[in-house]
């Protein structure tokens, strides 16, 4: 446990500690929880960045700008007759010099009773000190919100990863590289949907709640409709829907939002997460890859300037360069030394595996093995960006076939730092080929594969009304956002990501 938490007695001799001055502030009929509004002028950065830096310090009173701004006590210095506190807004930081004098011996007794933390409202004037501060010195002070919790002891001094994700609240005040994260993360998504948009894609919405969980491997959570007693899943994916509306007739469709997949939990998976999905009808996979390389460029300039140059997954590269590109056997020959053209039948695959020590299940066919392969040998060796391509069709349901290599499929996946970023098809829209491989996984559903897909009737029907041939690609926002803002942990880049509960 990190030694800068305060111990339970501690915290709770500061709680009724400020409690007690809570309540005498309502026996005086002063409840700061009663005030409903405040006066703000402008934003701290907002002064920060148009004070006239060719004002002398200590400007007097007739030359200063009046301001009001508000947000949460941060930092106190007593001096006696003068104090300074650091003010903390949604922008920036800044130093607020209160004198008696200046508030009124009222004011300024009941300013005195204020804790870090407090929020409050000051008014006053923009000045710099002869230490070249740009401060304000307040005229009015007005206590907006009681904290009655303190926060953490240092306030720069918030580690224990434990509470910073129970209580991200406590986190964004403690450590502003934190917020930070997330402003950039807003800022990708911004950047997507533009992006997006000025290609021609509609944004669209699709149910999260659905009776049939399909549309990617992955075991679902599993919930129960009252009114029409009915059990429903969590989607675990946004592919089927919007494939949907491709057959209706929208050319290009794209939705970002949560999926729900009930798995394990580590540095790269959390069990809710944020999903791009995009259709394009009348392109391949080869024009998706190309959108994906496009997209995932764009966005990084937008979010870090000129240079390119990202460090992730223990490597360094340039996302200016061209990705690489190479198919799954290319991959496995290359880290593993194996030349899967050469290996003939599911026996000769079996053996592979055995002398490689990767250990498989009687159900798993010689895709399955050769992903295995992959999986075992290649995905930590793809540091710097590369489309892995020729996908066996074993593990891609919803992929075409490639025309003259029938076991494998017109699919890319994106490796970045050794982790998927991407996911992407030539979608399959034959529908009597979509059902053979659906009731393919609905047999290892049968015999103990939770993540298989389920048969999905109504998406079979919908493609026997004919889809035309389409492109469609799944990109990871959280990994994205981890990427370019250099954190190796989803949890890092998911405001609230998922606990064991605390009790």
């Known amino acids: 446990m990190d030694n800068i938490r305060q111990t339970e007695q501690e915290r709770n001799e500061q709680f009724d500690i400020r409690l007690n001055k809570l309540e005498q502030l309502k026996l005086q009929q002063m409840d700061p929880f009663a005030i409903t509004s405040f006066k703000v002028t402008k934003s701290i950065e907002d002064i920060l960045d148009s004070f006239d830096d060719s004002k002398e310090s200590d400007t007097t009173l007739e030359e200063a700008e009046t301001v009001s701004i508000a947000g949460r006590i941060i930092g106190w210095r007593d001096m006696g007759k003068a104090n300074f506190l650091d003010v903390l807004d949604s922008t920036a930081k800044m130093q607020i010099y209160i004198r008696q004098d200046n508030l009124g011996e009222a004011s300024y007794n009941m300013f005195k009773t204020w804790d870090i933390g407090d929020i409050v409202g000051i008014t006053g004037d923009v000045f710099r000190t002869h230490r070249g501060e740009i401060s304000i010195r307040a005229t009015e ?15 720069h001094g918030l580690k224990d990863i434990d509470l910073r994700y129970r209580q991200r609240y406590v986190d964004l005040i403690a450590n502003p590289e934190v917020k930070q994260t997330f402003i950039t993360r807003s800022r990708v998504i911004t ?89 394009q009808a009348y392109v391949d996979f080869n024009t998706i890859m190309n959108l994906t390389e496009n997209m995932i460029r764009h966005v990084a300039g937008q979010i870090l300037g000129d240079s390119l140059v990202v460090s992730f997954g223990g490597a360094e590269f340039d996302l200016a360069e061209p990705f690489k590109r190479m198919s799954m056997k290319e991959a496995v020959k290359t880290y593993a030394g194996i030349d899967w053209d050469l290996v003939k039948d599911l026996e000769q695959a079996r053996a592979e595996a055995k002398n490689a020590g990767i250990e498989y299940e009687q159900r798993h066919e010689k895709g399955d093995i050769l992903n295995l392969f992959f999986e075992r040998f290649c995905e930590d060796k793809l540091t710097s960006p590369t489309f892995i391509t020729g996908h066996p069709v074993e593990i891609s349901p919803l992929a075409k076939r490639i025309p003259d290599d029938l076991g494998y499929t017109e699919r890319f996946e994106l490796f970045i730092g050794g982790k998927e970023f991407a996911n992407a098809f030539s979608e399959l829209n034959d529908p009597i080929d979509q059902r053979a491989r659906f009731e393919a996984q609905a047999k290892l559903k049968e015999l103990g594969d939770e993540e298989a897909n389920e048969i999905d009737d109504d998406f079979l029907t919908a493609l026997e009304y004919g889809m035309p041939p389409t492109g469609g690609l799944g990109v990871g926002i959280d990994r994205l956002v981890m990427m370019l803002t250099s954190n190796s942990s989803i949890r890092d880049v998911i405001l609230f990501p998922t606990m064991r509960p605390n009790n």
């Open 141 to 155: 002070a007005t206590l907006l919100s009681k904290a009655l919790r303190p926060l953490p002891e240092k306030y």
């Open 191 to 279: 950047c997507i949907r533009s992006y997006l948009d000025n290609l021609g894609f509609l944004e669209v919405e699709t149910p999260v709640l659905l009776s049939v969980a399909s549309g990617a491997a992955a075991r679902p959570f599993k919930t129960y409709h009252n009114t029409l007693s009915l059990d429903m899943h969590l989607r675990i994916s946004l592919e089927l829907p919007l494939k949907r509306l491709i057959v209706g007739g929208f050319d290009k469709v794209y939705e970002i939002g949560r999926v729900f997949r009930n798995e394990g939990m580590d540095v790269s998976h959390n069990p809710e997460y944020t999903l791009l999905e995009l259709y």
